[in-house]
Structure formats: structure tokens, C-alpha cells
């Protein structure tokens, strides 16, 4: 059974800096990568996937990067800005089916202006 | 609506009750899944169900069962709840297997068992 590992736990970053998010993940034949935001009180929301054919995806200021060999993908955000302030989930595919998604425990960020 | 809609939004609940959890989507997605999130834990997958009259287990079944009549409901069950159970259960569905594309959450059940 997959298991997702994810660091740091927390982190606090100056508004413009760039916070980095790590995730590690083990054996899986379904490739699909995605990060998810949470804002206190709601659902978490997708914020960006990478399935593995490309080592590197950017949406905005969001990048995910992705090692195949190592079994680890990041989450980059850069020019950080205080509403991005949220508890950000990687995930992983729970099983080589792929037949659902299994996250890691959850970074909390905090942007301070 | 367009979504996911969870319902009862919070309740409280005695030790030993039985609950159901209630999920229904309008989007025709096919598949569905049940999260519960603790603190400190992140998100569990309890159950989820890639086509209607399919189920499967996750990474915390124990305690609960669901089923999958139709596509739209995917109703969570509590046979008898312990005070372990209290969480935030998050239901999610999504077009593809597997969250390809994006999962949609609801906005989750906020459950106290005492």
C-alpha cells in the first residue's frame, strides 16, 4: 500500500519569497501527481497535477518538480503572497490500479507581509 | 447546485449510534470517495467507488461501509460509532479514476462522537 511523505510540517515565508514544499511517495505503475490547497473551513481545491512524461510543470506562479528516479515531487511557489496562506496536500496514486488518490499529511503556510 | 453537496454539515453523535453520512453530486462524475481529515493526519481515504454498483476499500476502512447505487449519492455509514470516529469526513468525486483531472470536494461533516 502507497504511502505519501511530506515536509516540512510548516513553514513561514516573507511575501515575495518562495516556499517549497517536498513530497515522497513509493511504488506506483499509475502516475499521477497532484497538489491540493486548503483554506481554513473548506474542501481542499486542486491546484496543480503533473503526470511524469515532463519533469517540470508551471501554472502561474506555481511549479511542481518531479524526480522519477528518486521517487520525490516538489511544489514551488514563487513571489509568495499572503493569500496563499493555506495548508497545501501533495497526493499519490493509493494503489497501481490507480483507483484513488492518498495525500500526505499537509504543509500549513504562512506568508507574512 | 453544481458540486458536491455533504449532508448533516456537523452533528454530535452518541457512542454506539448508528449514522449515515450523506453525499450527492450533480456533475455525473464516476467516481466517488470518503475522506475523513484529523489533525495532524491530513486526509484519509476511507472508501471509494470508481462506477456506480462498485466499491472499494482505503487506507482506513475499518468502521464504515458505503454503496454506490447511482451515479450522483455515496452515502458513508457508521454501524456503531466509537469516539475514534470524530473527524471531519470530507466526500469527493471526480471524472476520471483515480482524481485524473482534479478531485471536487464537498464541504465536509464535521462528526463528534462522546
Known amino acids: 500500500q502507497q504511502q505519501v511523505k511530506q515536509s516540512p510540517q510548516s513553514l513561514i515565508v516573507q511575501k515575495g519569497g518562495i516556499s517549497i514544499i517536498n513530497c515522497a511517495y513509493e511504488?506506483?505503475?499509475?502516475?499521477?501527481f497532484p497538489w491540493y490547497q486548503q483554506f481554513p473551513g473548506k474542501g481542499p481545491a486542486l491546484l496543480i497535477a503533473i503526470r511524469p512524461d515532463v519533469s517540470e510543470k508551471k501554472e502561474g506562479r506555481f511549479t511542481i518538480s518531479f524526480n522519477k528516479s528518486a521517487k520525490q515531487f516538489s511544489l514551488h511557489i514563487m513571489d509568495s503572497q499572503p493569500g496563499d496562506s493555506a495548508t497545501y496536500f501533495c497526493?499519490?496514486?493509493?494503489?497501481?490500479?490507480?483507483?484513488?488518490?492518498?495525500f500526505g499529511k499537509g504543509t500549513t503556510l504562512s506568508v507574512s507581509s | 447546485i453544481a458540486g458536491i453537496t455533504q449532508a448533516p454539515t456537523s452533528q454530535i453523535l452518541a457512542a454506539g449510534r448508528r449514522m449515515t453520512l450523506r453525499c450527492t453530486q450533480d456533475?455525473?462524475?464516476?467516481?466517488m470517495y470518503w475522506y475523513r481529515q484529523d489533525l495532524g493526519l491530513g486526509l484519509r481515504l476511507i472508501h471509494y467507488?470508481?462506477?456506480?454498483?462498485?466499491?472499494g476499500k482505503g487506507e482506513v476502512p475499518d468502521g464504515y461501509s458505503v454503496s454506490r447505487a447511482n451515479t450522483d449519492d455515496f452515502p458513508l455509514t457508521l454501524a456503531s460509532a466509537v469516539p475514534s470516529q470524530t473527524s471531519v469526513y470530507f466526500c469527493?468525486?471526480?471524472?476520471?479514476?483515480?482524481?485524473?483531472?482534479?478531485?471536487?470536494f464537498g464541504s465536509g461533516t464535521r462528526l463528534t462522537v462522546v
Open positions: 511504488n506506483t505503475a499509475f502516475d499521477y
Open positions: 497526493a499519490a496514486p493509493f494503489n497501481q490500479a490507480g483507483t484513488a488518490l492518498i
Open positions: 467507488s470508481n462506477t456506480a454498483g462498485t466499491t
Open positions: 456533475m455525473r462524475h464516476n467516481a
Open positions: 469527493a468525486s471526480s471524472v476520471a479514476q483515480g482524481g485524473v483531472g482534479g478531485y471536487t
